[in-house]
């Protein structure tokens, strides 16, 4: 069974510098999606980035971008020039069989700090 | 664009009752998903189903039965509602077989079981 680890349960950041939220995983599929989705105090879900197991070069989608370290099983969150609206929960989350089974870690509370 | 719409967006049931959660996506997905949403636990998987006609079981399906009627609409079904399925609820949709493929949420439903 896979296995997710968020080992931050919340973390603070000052508006407008950088946070790194972490996320290891345990896979044993050699194909695999990584997405990370935000939920914010609303409680939608929202995707944020994707990264592929194949992929030579790390993910980047505006402020978002992931640390991917494929050999440690490891793809961190880092989101640069904190908003206060960043302020949610964010969600490391592995795909595999084919894309149908995305399992959620517990997820790291971010508060952003004017 | 309504994407992924759920309901009802509110249920209390009292032990022993059932009920049935709507699930209805107009992006032409074939893929759609049932989670649970627990609090410090992440979005654990109810059951999938990868195309019409399909469904599988996730990582938690016992108490619950799902029915894909058609492409857009997938249910899920509580026989015997129990306290332990009192969670918030999430239907998603993606595009089959895609391992880049992201999960697209409804805005849920919050469930009480007394």
């Known amino acids: 069974a896979q296995k997710i680890t968020q080992t931050q349960p919340g973390m603070f950041v000052q508006e407008k510098e950088a946070v790194t939220l972490d996320c290891t995983y345990d896979?044993?599929?050699?194909?695999?999606?990584l997405f990370w989705y935000k939920q914010p105090s609303s409680g939608e879900m929202i995707f944020l980035i994707y990264?592929?197991?194949?992929?030579?070069q790390n993910a980047t989608e505006g402020r978002y971008s992931l640390n991917f370290q494929k050999a440690r099983k490891s793809a961190n969150l880092v989101i640069s020039a904190s908003q206060l609206g960043d302020s949610a929960m964010y969600f490391c989350?592995?795909?595999?069989?084919?894309?149908?089974?995305?399992?959620f870690g517990a997820g790291t509370r971010l508060f952003v700090k004017a | 664009n309504a994407g992924v719409t759920q309901t009802p967006k509110f249920q209390v049931l009292k032990t022993g009752q059932s009920m049935t959660l709507q699930c209805a996506q107009d992006?032409?997905?074939?893929?759609m998903y049932w989670y649970r949403q627990d609090p410090g636990m992440g979005l654990r998987l109810i059951y999938y189903?990868?195309?019409?006609?399909?469904?599988d079981k996730g990582e938690v399906p016992n108490g619950y039965n799902v029915s894909r009627l058609n492409k857009r609409e997938f249910s899920l079904r509580l026989e015997s509602a129990a306290p332990s399925q009192t969670s918030v609820y999430f239907c998603?949709?993606?595009?089959?077989?895609?391992?880049?493929?992201?999960?697209?949420f409804g805005n849920g439903t919050r469930l009480t079981v007394t």
């Open positions: 998603a949709s993606s595009e089959e077989g895609h391992l880049n493929s992201p999960l697209h």
């Open positions: 896979t044993s599929d050699p194909s695999y999606g």
């Open positions: 990264q592929g197991s194949y992929d030579q």
């Open positions: 989350a592995p795909a595999t069989t084919g894309g149908f089974k995305t399992i």
């Open positions: 992006m032409n997905h074939n893929s």
């Open positions: 189903s990868a195309s019409e006609g399909t469904t």
